[in-house]
């Protein structure tokens, strides 16, 4: 692997740090995407156990709410709605405020999947940037210059520089496409789950609402 990374000349070496970026950005998301971390066993259980004693009139605590933010990342979501109903804020004034939690927690499932994006897209570029690296040793040696024949191990090292940094570069771009396009699909996914269980506790919630129907 050394021996190719030397043969490959020093173009490689930006391919090869954009690339662990990218394989700790795929392996970070794909476990925090994971359904059962975004909403872990019982979880929702508890939060519409708390939802139910509001709308029965009971009290809920604050310490109550605070453990709901903290049971999954996307625990403040809900939190949120229960703080507000705790409060007594009208179902106009509680969606404002959970519709500003509801971005924040797009955020969170979004983070890092537009810098996979720009690897995927800037992968092929470095690639190209390294072929053309190569054919400027190529042709920039000596022997090329004068027209002769030129160093045969310079005319080798440049023609490696160019293949293999064009191979590296779609070696790269190829998964991280492939990976952003699968990561953009569960995040999608576990942000439209937020929004139906949302749905729900807003209607529980209060049942009155327009909003809720």
């Avoid at 994006?117 to 690639?127: N, R, S, Y």
């Avoid at 064009?166 to 439209?192: D, E, K, S």
């Amino acid at each position: 692997m050394y021996s190719i990374l030397l043969s490959a000349g020093w173009p490689i070496w930006p391919l090869l740090i954009i690339s662990i970026i990218g394989l700790a950005i795929m392996l970070e998301r794909a476990w925090y995407l994971r359904q059962i971390h975004i909403f872990p066993k019982d979880s929702l259980e508890t939060v519409f156990g708390l939802a139910n004693t509001l709308a029965q009139q009971k009290s809920v605590t604050e310490a109550e709410i605070t453990t709901v933010s903290q049971l999954t990342p996307v625990g403040s979501l809900f939190a949120c709605i229960l703080r507000e109903k705790t409060a007594g804020s009208s179902a106009d004034d509680a969606l404002e405020e959970l519709q500003a939690s509801a971005q924040a927690t797009c955020l969170k499932l979004d983070r890092y999947l537009g810098a996979l994006a720009t690897i995927a897209t800037v992968a092929p570029l470095l690639g190209l940037f390294g072929t053309v690296v190569g054919m400027i040793e190529i042709f920039g040696s000596q022997g090329a210059i004068s027209g002769g024949a030129g160093s045969p191990q310079q005319l080798a090292h440049g023609i490696s520089v160019a293949l293999y940094n064009t191979a590296f570069g779609l070696l790269i771009a190829i998964p991280a496409l492939a990976a952003w396009r699968g990561l953009r699909a569960m995040a999608n996914q576990r942000q439209h789950e937020c929004e139906e269980f949302t749905r729900q506790l807003f209607k529980k919630l209060y049942p009155n609402s327009a909003t809720s129907k």
